[in-house]
């Protein structure tokens, strides 16, 4: 079993950064391939970046470019850098364990999901 924690959502202007933090309970931390995913009211939640390990990332189109993901396999924490923030980036961000260990974009193959954290960014 895994626990995952969210942290670092808040409130930012368009333009502007945050970090996430996704804090991992357990041992196995460094062998498995992570993702992160955000959802809005009323749609689907969505894939928005993965790092596998040895590490590999992937990235949604909407956030490549804008969007690092990275892991501290010693703090057992992953991150998501996220910059040049839009509107349209408002979502609460999950991240989660992938099963395949391929840094997959399907949600259904992810486990252990975090609480959320909540981005919100003003126009």
């Known amino acids: 079993q895994v626990q995952l924690v969210e942290s670092g959502g808040g409130l930012v202007q368009a333009g502007g950064s945050l970090r996430l933090s996704c804090a991992a309970s357990?041992?196995?931390?460094?062998?498995?391939?992570m993702g992160w995913f955000r959802q809005v009211p009323g749609k689907e939640r969505e894939f928005v970046s993965a790092?596998?390990?040895?590490?590999?990332?992937y990235y949604a189109d909407s956030v490549k470019g804008r969007f690092t993901i990275s892991r501290d396999n010693a703090k057992n924490t992953l991150y998501l850098q996220m910059n040049s923030l839009k509107p349209e980036d408002t979502a609460v961000y999950y991240c989660?364990?992938?099963?395949?260990?391929?840094?997959?974009?399907?949600?259904?193959?992810?486990?252990?999901w975090g609480q959320g954290t909540q981005v919100t960014v003003s126009s």
């Open positions: 790092i596998t390990t040895p590490e590999s990332t």
């Open positions: 989660a364990v992938d099963r395949t260990g391929r840094g997959s974009r399907v949600r259904n193959q992810y486990v252990y």
């Open positions: 357990g041992r196995s931390f460094s062998t498995y391939a």
